[in-house]
């Protein structure tokens, strides 16, 4: 067919036909038939107006930041994560956001930095946890070849905390990190779970421009194997929680979204304040007794391994050299 542009897979390269699964606005929802990742078409991420309303994205506020210091410090895949480095081994987080991680990495005794391209995040966590430029920087994956501070370092550990399924090209950012981690070097990641239970519907913000890519399990070990990493392991969070907190979240969203409406048009009211609403949906959060009826659902669902929210692999990098048209 003259002009024929086939729609490429950007996790394993496959053009034959992808399925179209739904349509989203001006993408297409689209599943690859060869290694099942459900990808947007086209791939292209939001832009810095479409977040500054975004509903993910709030003010930084101080107490929010210490309490996912707090949670990260305390989170069992972070903390067996921090053992497999060395002493005084070197980390790397891209999309670092605030820095939380790469603060808890430094108290561990690692040498850590993060990367983010949100120059507010990086500024507040350089206030809030006490780093330097050195540490924090403010750029994008690709600036790390142009970064004095990075480009003479090999690190024992790259951490990529939902950040995979955001970027227009997966294969381009591992193949731009792939340097930067020592042969035999361990690169972490977490995303959602494509194949997770999604009893309270699916979170508003599995949407494109927002994530780009959705990911299963098995998809991504295959995707990183392309790319000369093996498996070492994976976890996946079981809580039945993750199902309510779905429904709720996306309740709160569309009642920001109405507030955002009823700013730019003040003839449209709003019927529910907006601390009504989060309290109406979190309530139940913060009963210990609701967290502890639902620990026997849990348990079942982490023994047959049917996840609920994320999951987080971590892979280690072949120490020989891969082909480079992976």
């Not at 035999?184 to 959602?192: D, T, V, W």
Request: proline share 6%.
């Amino acid at each position: 067919m003259n002009g024929f542009n086939p729609i490429i897979c950007p996790s394993c390269g496959n053009d034959e036909k992808n399925v179209v699964l739904q349509t989203w606005g001006k993408y297409e929802i689209r599943e690859c038939p060869q290694c099942q990742l459900i990808f947007s078409w086209p791939m292209i991420p939001g832009d810095l107006e479409f977040y500054q309303k975004y509903p993910v994205y709030d003010n930084p506020n101080i107490q929010v930041s210490k309490n996912a210091y707090l949670a990260i410090a305390k989170k069992k895949f972070n903390r067996r994560l921090l053992q497999m480095v060395p002493p005084q081994g070197k980390m790397l987080d891209i999309g670092c956001g605030n820095g939380a991680w790469v603060k808890v990495a430094m108290e561990a005794g690692i040498d850590a930095w993060g990367i983010d391209m949100n120059e507010q995040s990086i500024n507040f966590g350089r206030k809030v946890y006490m780093l330097d430029d050195t540490r924090l920087l403010i750029g994008r994956v690709e600036d790390l070849y142009q970064d004095h501070k990075l480009t003479s370092q090999l690190f024992d550990l790259i951490t990529l905390f939902e950040v995979i399924e955001h970027v227009a090209d997966p294969s381009a950012l591992i193949r731009t990190l792939t340097p930067f981690l020592k042969p035999g070097g361990f690169l972490a990641l977490s995303c959602p779970n494509e194949a997770r239970i999604q009893w309270g519907g699916r979170i508003f913000a599995d949407y494109p421009p927002h994530h780009l890519t959705r990911w299963k399990p098995q998809t991504m070990i295959k995707f990183m194997e392309r790319h000369g990493f093996t498996p070492v392991t994976i976890s996946y969070d079981t809580s039945l929680r993750d199902c309510f907190w779905t429904y709720c979240v996306n309740r709160l969203a569309r009642k920001k979204r109405s507030r955002q409406a009823s700013a730019a048009n003040p003839g449209v009211a709003v019927k529910t304040s907006w601390v009504r609403q989060y309290l109406r949906c979190h309530f139940l959060f913060l009963d210990s007794l609701f967290r502890a009826s639902l620990i026997p659902f849990d348990l079942i669902l982490r023994g047959v391994g049917i996840g609920t929210m994320g999951m987080q692999l971590v892979f280690r990098k072949e120490k020989k050299p891969m082909p480079q048209n992976v």
